[in-house]
């Protein structure tokens, strides 16, 4: 059970109602639960719609960062979300890493934390970032030239950026102990 009341629309001010609208129009019917909620990070969203709109709008931005490719994007994201155990980040990110061909075992090899067996140099280099500063907050030398001879400037701010926002949305997951969907099984005791 959440430690946050879920809202429905109707209880909302304008601007909780106009991040609402957004969000189902993003991600469409896996934002809203059978009661009507708003599931994931999403109800802690527009409970505070003033940081919840600036915090959504960050979301975007980084999700369609044109340095990363999408696959890339999910090898940080469910990173950062096995290193927090975030269940419902693994749960949303998983299949979608999966989806964009990051390989089944490198996918399971990082729920576990494991040293996944990547075939891809450029999905080792994004991993390593994701999991140091996960693990310690910054990076090593041969780190950071690995991922700025793949990435460049721009594309490791996007990347460390990216690795934050997933931070604080496995916080908010967390924190506020939002549950899986119903039939959604954890990945993690």
């Keep these: 059970m959440t430690r946050i009341p879920y809202v429905r629309r109707d209880e909302l001010g304008s601007e909780g109602q106009q991040l609402w609208d ?31 709109r600036r915090l ?14 999408r696959r890339l ?8 979300g096995a290193r927090w155990r975030a269940e419902y980040e693994w749960w949303a990110h998983a299949p979608m890493a999966r989806e964009h061909g990051v390989a089944g075992a490198v996918v399971d090899a990082i729920g576990r ?23 310690a907050g910054r990076l090593d030398q041969e780190t950071y030239d690995a991922a700025h001879r793949l990435l460049g400037d721009a594309g490791l701010v996007e990347l460390v950026s990216l690795c934050g926002y997933y931070t604080l949305i496995s916080f908010l997951l967390n924190a506020f102990t939002v549950p899986l969907p119903p039939d959604a099984l954890p990945m993690w005791a």
């Design 113 to 135: 934390g494991e040293d996944p067996p990547f075939e891809a140099d450029d999905e080792r280099a994004v991993y390593t970032v994701a999991r140091q500063l996960g693990d």
């Design 73 to 80: 994007s999910e090898v940080a994201i469910i990173t950062i």
């Design 22 to 52: 957004g969000i189902v129009s993003t991600w469409g019917g896996l934002a809203v639960t059978a009661s009507g909620g708003l599931a994931g990070p999403f109800n802690a969203l527009v409970t505070a719609p003033d940081a919840g």
């Design 56 to 69: 959504s709008a960050l979301g975007a931005t980084l999700r369609s960062a044109p340095t990363i490719e």
